[in-house]
């Protein structure tokens, strides 16, 4: 297993509204595609204005291959343009995380 670790920084303002715009148009698409997401966060102590996600996959090639199938998917494209009309997104970070052998995501 693999976690994909993400963190989004968005403009002050704006995190709420791209917030509900993936809430019904990205997720839907996401968990159709993608499967397991282990949580979804926004910061409240540290740096402000942050989505922290993480989704697990079974390995690297299958989060290539459901990542490959969702950005196929019409939907996945009509949340990114909504996304980016918003203009929220200032930083994106991923992290593929491996869990150690005693990890309870294992």
Same mark, same amino acid.
């Given at each position: 297993?693999?976690?994909?670790?993400?963190?989004?920084? %968005?403009?002050? *303002? &704006?995190?709420?509204?791209? +917030?509900?715009?993936?809430?019904?148009?990205?997720?839907?698409?996401? &968990?159709?595609?993608?499967?397991?997401? =282990? *949580?979804? %966060?926004?910061?409240? =102590? *540290?740096? +402000?204005?942050? =989505? =922290? %996600?993480?989704? @697990?996959?079974? $390995?690297? *090639?299958?989060? #290539?291959?459901?990542? @490959?199938?969702?950005? #196929?998917?019409?939907?996945?494209? #009509?949340?990114? &343009?909504? $996304?980016? @009309?918003?203009? @929220?997104?200032?930083?994106?970070?991923? &992290?593929?995380?491996?869990?150690? #052998?005693? $990890?309870?995501?294992?």
């Amino acid at each position: 297993m693999i976690i994909d670790h993400r963190t989004y920084d %968005f403009h002050p *303002g &704006k995190m709420a509204p791209w +917030i509900e715009t993936y809430r019904d148009y990205g997720l839907p698409v996401q &968990k159709r595609h993608l499967g397991q997401l =282990v *949580g979804f %966060f926004t910061t409240e =102590v *540290g740096p +402000i204005n942050q =989505v =922290v %996600f993480m989704w @697990a996959y079974d $390995s690297m *090639g299958d989060r #290539e291959q459901r990542r @490959a199938a969702m950005n #196929e998917d019409p939907d996945w494209a #009509e949340f990114r &343009k909504r $996304s980016v @009309a918003l203009g @929220a997104l200032k930083q994106q970070t991923n &992290k593929i995380l491996a869990p150690t #052998e005693f $990890s309870p995501l294992n």
